[in-house]
């Protein structure tokens, strides 16, 4: 983020050849003590996308190094906006490196990072930049008419200088699609479960370009009753991961992708709408509707007050 025999018999090596662990070949298995990825800077090598789910981010791996002291700087395009910032130290454990937050979508992004890097006794202070190519933005589509890209365009008409380094959050969804809304609840009947469209979750800056996009495949899928749905409620937590729901989901990640929980709802209840808000011990309030209610005339149904 590691033999030596003698042969007594033709049976023998068959039986011994066929125990060898694969380290015992310089070709095929493991690499050893030497990596073979490709290293750009002083550290470790560059991971792409390292959870699966926010293919603008990267970890920058510490090569077995400790790393102190960390600012990353995502060079801005012409005319675009700069993201910086500086790294807690808690977080390069976490993710095993530094953290690369807001490259531009279908393009060649130059980071260049600041850290101090220690091994034993030395200590190193490293100023260092790297190339990172970022997959163009990229959600699936629903097949409707209307339909002209992948996400969305934007066209900013002013930004006032006390608002130009901040980053917006758009949670949207897709049309209604051939691959989804095809379920409804059965035994009792109601509910939304057919409220199901793809997401669409993306990051801009004020100068209108992508920083930041979802790809879901991971954790959604259209098909499936338990990991569909509209994802709402989105909200950042004090310790800056993002909260929200989906069908018969509510979860937690950090922005670069890494799962904090992932659960469905308790059997009691289905159908998360809009509403997931932060209680002040660490619990969470959820909009749902009962999976099982019985109403005054004794039928029953799903239902949402």
């Known amino acids: 983020m590691k033999f030596k025999y ?12 066929s125990s060898v662990p694969s380290t015992a070949f310089a070709i095929g298995g493991a690499s050893g003590a030497k990596v073979d990825y490709q ?24 090569g077995g190094y400790q790393l102190r ?21 808690k977080y390069l454990l976490t993710y095993g490196g530094i953290p690369v937050f807001g490259l531009y ?9 600041e850290y101090t890097r220690i091994q034993g006794s030395k200590t190193e202070n490293v100023k260092e930049s790297y190339k990172m190519y970022a997959p163009p933005a990229y959600i699936e589509s629903a097949g409707t008419k209307e339909e002209q890209s992948a996400l969305f365009t934007i066209d900013v008409k002013k930004v006032s200088p006390e608002f130009k380094d901040r980053l917006y959050l758009l949670n949207n969804t897709k049309d209604k699609s051939g691959n989804g809304t095809r ?12 409220w199901n469209f793809t997401t669409a979750n993306a990051i801009i800056d004020t100068s209108g370009d992508i920083r930041w996009f979802m790809n879901p495949s991971s954790i959604y899928d259209l098909k499936s009753i338990y990991r569909a749905g509209v994802m709402m409620g989105f909200k950042q937590n004090q310790d800056g991961a993002l909260s929200w729901g989906y069908g018969q989901r509510y979860v937690k990640y950090d922005i670069m992708g890494r799962e904090i929980f992932n659960r469905r709802l308790p059997d009691n209840y289905n159908d998360f709408s809009h509403s997931m808000d932060n209680a002040a011990n660490g619990h969470y309030f959820l909009r749902v509707a009962s999976s099982n209610y019985k109403r005054p005339d004794g039928k029953k149904c799903s239902y949402r007050a």
């Not at 675009?80 to 910032?85: D, F, N, P, S, V």
Request: aromatic fraction near 6%; glycine fraction near 6%.
């Open 6 to 17: 003698a042969l007594t018999s033709l049976a023998l090596s068959v039986a011994i050849l």
């Open 39 to 62: 290293v750009q800077g002083k550290i470790g090598e560059v991971v792409m996308n390292p959870y699966d789910i926010a293919p603008l981010t990267a970890v920058i791996r510490n």
């Open 69 to 89: 002291d960390v600012h990353v700087r995502i060079v801005p395009k012409e005319n675009g906006q700069e993201i910086a910032y500086k790294v807690n130290n």
């Open 183 to 194: 379920t409804v609840w059965n035994n009792p009947t109601g509910g939304a479960l057919e």
């Open 105 to 113: 979508p279908d393009y060649v992004n130059t980071v260049e990072v």
